[in-house]
């Protein structure tokens, strides 16, 4: 039984026991004494125990003081990240590839994916990606439009011009549609590519991802040899953002808020305050 | 003014203390006696650990560390005072309307 009442003592917080223990202790081994020590004793031990650490502590009052303390907290430190995050905007634009039926030659049947995917590769190939570049003056780079650089013309300035098409193939994304496997509104009879543009300049996002759609389809004129046997066309151009797509600053905030609410009731439930015991 | 019961831990220990200083198994066996309720250890701590915040009762000076006796404070006999007329004027009433019933 004393064992059993030792281990219930362990409920209790060490503060507690410090100023309590011993007396709590004493009056077990009277009434051990007197054989008044029940089973139900230890149970009561405990239950009080649970009662002081978890009330008397003010453990729920500390969590919900830290929580919103550190909460806010995190609502200030993401909300100046989420400020100073620039603007990203992003515009994309559609095509669609057909292949003309080789049987009588009057139709057209959707492009392969496969198909697509080589034509898209050779139209933004690292040369014409460099010209979009010096033609616009992206990433810093000065603008050049009556002599785009060309690579190859001079080693040193190649790797600078590759490191910024390089920075340029982060900001496309292409996707692919096949009519056979792949969901896309337009794709239910053509293969479909989607070209995506991302910038912090509203107006320009619209214009590259319509410039690299028009290579595309530029070089599926050169893949027909100018028969027509293959073509790429776009069905929906690029329109100028209204908002951004990034950053998400209610989300940011949140993701703040939660953040800084979770660290902050678990500091309170690790770092419990001694409880304030009269003497 | 608190709602209490003639069962509430903190009135028996009260009540316990209003004739002396008692230390922990005394008020046990006192309330065992007076109320025919067996405090358990753990519950009669628990009423002695918010008794003491509040300052109602506070501990006397012992050479038994172990056997630490309590004492109502003022504020402590004011506070019995008040529950003990509240359910008085319960227990009256009840009575009353009892015997007209």
Known sequence: MRRLTDLAMAAYPPEWRSRYGMELQCLLEDSSRHGAARLRDVFDILRGGLIVRYTGSNVVRMAATWGLTCGLLGLLIFGAVALAMPDRYQAETTLVGRVREPQDGSGYQPASKQKMFDVVNRATNDEALARLIGLYGLYGYEVVPDRPYRLGQDPARDIAVSAKVAEFRRDIHVAFFDPNNDHHPASQADGVVVVTYRSAAPGLVAQLANQIASLIGQESLKESAGTGSFRIVITSPARVPHKPYRPNRTAILLWGLACGAFVGITIALFRRRPMQLAS | ?101
Request: glycine share 8%.
């Open chain 2, 1 to 101: 003014m608190r709602n209490s019961n003639s069962s509430d831990p903190t009135l028996l220990v009260l009540s316990s203390l209003a004739d002396g200083e008692k230390h922990g198994y005394a008020i046990m066996e006192d309330i065992q006696r007076f109320a025919g309720i067996r405090l358990g250890p753990g519950t009669l701590y628990g009423a002695i650990t918010r008794l003491e915040e509040r300052e109602w009762i506070c501990p006397v000076e012992s050479t038994d560390e172990r056997r630490r006796p309590y004492r109502l404070t003022s504020a402590g006999r004011h506070q019995l005072q008040e529950q003990l007329a509240s359910l008085e004027q319960v227990v009256k009433t009840g009575l009353r309307r009892l015997k007209h019933a």
